[in-house]
Structure formats: structure tokens, C-alpha cells
């Protein structure tokens, strides 16, 4: 393992992950602005999970020990996107930068904004059935030879660096802002089944990588100069393997958390529609859901 000293000072310039913080940080900041002009303080809490829990250490992990030795070492590499596909986007979601958006538009702005969060794409992105599935494509190409592409080219390394958290944002966001994705409770039962199922699905890239006789991506030895404390090829793949396994299988209790707080608020939403309509409007409802099933 690395010295401590190493971890601590290592740094280099992921140019590509400071403009996409930059962006970021910009764009909140100036929903915070323009929210506060229209008479909505944002909470302060929320505001300091945006930055410090997401922006900030999606920069050091891009800039920090594991960015410096990415290209080289497929633990450190592995560490690093795991990280910011599964955890950062969980903080990044604790600013609630859609609902703050929400509140810092106005007229045509907000709805097309509000239109493409009902896209198809966005309805697609934000369930349970296709979030485990993006998380296996992406980690699945691990086990082949273009996860020495991803870490050798500073071009690929630079889109999985914005596109790697972009994703898992929008992955992470109908957990953490569930009153922007409207769901039933019937529907989030359903992802709380499928769920279950992903818990063994994230598991397959790092079992893979944990237990493979062979070094997978093809590059089976360390060029001249490496520091001592490199572990073989085939131990470095290992420990990739070991971190992914855990980080996969970690922040699944996290995101089963969440489903449940945004099953409850659901149910609760629900529950005060129905006791707001009428006897009438009851009766109605009532009917229609029978000549539905006779029909």
C-alpha cells in the first residue's frame, strides 16, 4: 500500500473535473441567487452538502491521490469512479439542485423545465429497474481491455470524469428529491422489489475482478520506475476488485433508506388527495375503478 504521505500529497490537474465543478458550483450558486430574489431562502445544511460533501470531494478524487495514480493503478482508477458514480452524486442530490431550480425559475423557464423532468428519458433514468443496469454496463467494461483505454487516455478519462457523475446524478435524484419525480406507491413497492435484486447485480463487475486468475484488461506488467510499493498486476486487479465489491454493496443501504423516507412521503401525499375529495367525487372514482375491472 501506498505511504501515507504519498496518499496525502499526491495531487495532479483533472482539467476536465475542475470545469464540471466549476459549472456546478456556479450554476447552484446562482439558483441561490435567484431563489433568494424571489423570496426563498434555501436551507443552509443544503447548501453546505452541495459543496462540501459533493463539489468537494469530487475534486479531490479527481485531482487527489487516486487522479494522480489512476492511470496507473486500476484500484486507485476503480476507487476513484466508483466513487463518484455511487456516493458523490448521493451529497451532490442533498442540495436538491433540481428543487432549487424549481424555485429559482419562473413562466416558460419552469415549464420546460418541469417538461423534462417528465420526459421519458428522465422517467426511465429515475427507477429503480434501470439504475442497477446503467452501474453494470458501466463497471462491466472493467473486465475488458477498455479499462485500460479508460485509464491510459487522458481524453476517455476526462468524459468518464463528467459524464461518470452527470449520470450517476441523475440516477441518485429521484431518491433524494422524490417531490420533483412523482411516484405511487405501488410503483416504488415495485422498485423496492427489484432492489433486492440489485443488491446481487452490483456485486458481478467486482466478484469478477476479486477472483480472476488473469489480468483482464491485458496489461500484465508495470512499465520501468515504478515505486516499490506497487502491488503485482494481477493484486492490483484484486483490490479493484475488493473496492467495488464494497462501495457497490455499501451505499445500497443509503439508497434503501431513502426509498423508504420517499415511500412514506408517497403514502402520505396520497392519503390527503383521497381526503380531499368529495362524496361524490369518491363515488365517481369508485365507479370507474369498477367499470375499469368489468371492462
Known sequence: MPPLAEILSAATLDSAAIAFALAASALYAAGLVRARRRGVAWPLWRVLGFYLLGVLPYVALACGFTGAYGSLL?????????????????FLGLGQPVGLARAALAGRAKDRLDRVLASRAMRMLGNAFVAPLVGLVLFGTFLTPLLSVYRGSPLASGILSIVVPLVGLLLALPLTEGDSFERSSAFIVLEFVYVFIELLADAVPGIFLRLSPTVLDG????????PPWFPSPLRDQQLAGDLLWFIAEAVDVPVIILMFVRFSRSDRREARSFDELSDEQMDALAQEHLRRRGS
Open 74 to 90: 486500476r484500484w486507485a482508477f476503480t476507487l476513484k469512479v466508483a466513487l463518484i458514480f455511487f456516493v458523490v452524486p448521493l
Open 219 to 226: 496489461a500484465a506488467s508495470w512499465a520501468a520506475g515504478v
